[in-house]
């Protein structure tokens, strides 16, 4: 079982659509981060959330902490096929260490 | 901007073969990591680092499989003897060990054992 479930797995959409993918947990964390990887590269950290109900902006992304600290959303407006890639959603954990989420594989047709 | 560097970016080898990963930290960083990933696993942790002492590969088959760090600048990660099913897509990943900080990840080493 994995420790954060993301959903969809997979995503197709046209050029201009908008979109929401989830990341959801039973356990409550102390700060949730988000990834993008693009093919062929590694993840890069698109944003930290920290606050239960917090919510922070990138551009025509919006990230959303749920006000229980046990799920996230990434919200995107009219996407791009620039915005094609693997978002990943992760936790720090006390030891060092991350754990990921399997991704939301998001493919945005021109 | 600083870059996570890891070499080879492809290896294509025959199974029973020697392989070794390289991977340069961020100057400053002091906790590296080993990702393997994969369609089917996703990524999935091998072992990790913190001031050069490694703190768990539990992750990583030990038979096989082996972390190191040399020196601050240089990570190792060898599969000997190599086989087909760890064909995947190696990262190398540093930070700093305090907060919520993220992980600066390579581009990977792309590995086909055939």
Redesign the interface.
Known sequence: TQLLEQSPQFLSIQEGENLTVYCNSSSVFS?L?W?RQEP??????LV?V?TGGEVKKLKRLTFQFGDARKDSSLHITAAQPGDTGLY?CAV?TG????I????TRLFVKA | DARVTQTPRHKVTEMGQEVTMRCQPILGHNTVFWYRQTMMQGLELLAYFRNRAPLDDSGMPKDRFSAEMPDATLATLKIQPSEPRDSAVYFCASGLDRGNQPQHFGDGTRLSIL
């Open positions: 700060s981060q990834y062929g590269e590694g993840p890069v950290l930290t920290v990943l720090p030891g060092f260490k991350t990921f989420g399997a991704g």
